[in-house]
């Protein structure tokens, strides 16, 4: 039994060397990366910002109709159609008008050839000068009447007035239409307009010298933002939200389909007047030194490392701390989490990089 003992005694090392070679199988976790949130710094800083629901219109938009009555042999355009300047839009059925037109000709011609006649016969005097006179004017009346037919052919076709956005077609083809009756909408959209209901007191209080900003943002484009220019606000307020219509232009964008009728975030961003503009940072994005100083992380998002970035601060804010010198305008820093970081730790990123306070 003696003998036997340091056979069990080698039985209990191997497996309890087995069991530590498979607790080394699974590694720690890399404690050199630490989850956190990314700010993104903004110089305007001592501003109020907004945001409204606005809805896209043409800039301009008409209802062509006919000038004359008749049916339609020609409406080329569908809803949806893109068009260019000079396009035929609808036409009507012209052989009345072309023979109405060669009509007024022939009567022009002979009220002409009476003209000449009658200023002959003056020349004699076989005739009194009034008659000649009324000549003349018979002669006048039939070239209005031609010019008036030959306006009324010119006004059986509609031309698009520009290059347009068919938006819709009021009847089909081939049916009688009267004058002035709707065939169809276009809009221009070489520029949009984004209105938005705008606060009474805003209107009032705000001025163009205070816009730091103004976008538009569409939720199915959420990471572009398309500038927007203030053109005219409506002067009356609704009288149940006591809001004001405003229009601001946009110009419109050639890789998206941006159209009339479409739902867009309005981003208003307004510098406080007699305020201090600088940069304002969350108050959890700082991290003080044994010399009474304070550094923030800077964030790189290509290599995800943080370098320490040493700034001064100035007076807190309602919104966060102001910095005074230390950052640039579009620098990435660690808003939440920098009090855990270390030299050469890397950062993975929580949500997406926000200019939110």
């Known amino acids: 039994m003696v003998g036997k003992l ?17 607790h080394a199988v699974s590694e720690p976790a890399d404690q050199h990366i630490r989850p956190a949130r990314i700010f993104v710094v903004q110089n305007d800083t001592d501003v109020r910002r907004y945001q409204f629901v606005g809805r896209v219109e043409a800039a301009q938009s008409i209802d062509v109709s ?35 037109v060669r009509e007024a000709e022939v009567q022009l011609q002979l009220a002409r050839q009476d003209l000449d006649r009658k200023r002959r016969v ?54 009688n239409v009267g004058v002035g009756e709707k ?32 976008f538009a943002v569409f939720d199915f484009i959420p990471d572009q933002r398309f500038p927007l220019t203030y053109r005219e606000n409506r002067g009356e307020a609704d009288a149940v939200a006591q809001t004001y219509e405003v ?46 100083g304070f550094f923030v992380w800077r964030y790189d998002p290509e290599t995800h490392l943080t370098t320490r ?20 305008d579009g620098d990435m820093i660690v808003a939440t989490g920098a009090s855990q970081l270390q030299p050469g730790m890397r950062v993975s990123v929580l949500g997406k990089p926000t200019t939110r306070l």
Request: glycine content about 6%.
């Open 66 to 100: 006919f000038e004359v009555a008749g049916p339609l042999a020609e409406l080329p355009v569908l809803e949806g159609q893109t068009i260019k300047r000079g396009e035929v839009v609808a036409a009507l059925e012209s052989t009345d008008f072309k023979l109405a």
């Open 183 to 214: 065939i169809a909408r276009l809009n221009d959209l070489h520029s949009l307009l984004v209105v938005a209901n705008v606060p009474e007191n805003l209107l009032a209080t705000a001025s163009q010298e205070q816009v730091v900003s103004n």
């Open 309 to 328: 970035t040493p700034v001064t601060v100035g007076a807190p804010k309602a919104r966060g701390v102001e910095v005074l010198s230390g950052l640039a």
């Open 247 to 292: 229009s601001m232009q946009m110009q419109r964008p050639e890789q998206w389909t941006i159209l009339p009728g479409m739902t867009a975030r309005v981003e208003l961003n307004l510098r406080n007047e007699g305020e201090v503009t600088g940069t304002v940072v969350p108050a959890s994005a700082l991290v003080g030194t044994s010399e009474n």
């Open 122 to 175: 003056l020349r004699q005097k076989g005739i009194a000068r009034s008659v000649v006179d009324d000549a003349l004017t018979m002669y006048e009346l039939q070239k209005v009447r031609l010019d008036k037919a030959k306006q009324s052919l010119r006004e059986t076709r509609i031309l698009a007035p520009f290059d347009a956005y068919v938006a819709r077609r009021f009847v089909d083809n081939f049916v």
């Open 6 to 22: 340091p056979y069990a005694w080698a039985g209990l090392l191997l497996a309890a060397a087995a069991g530590c070679g498979e």
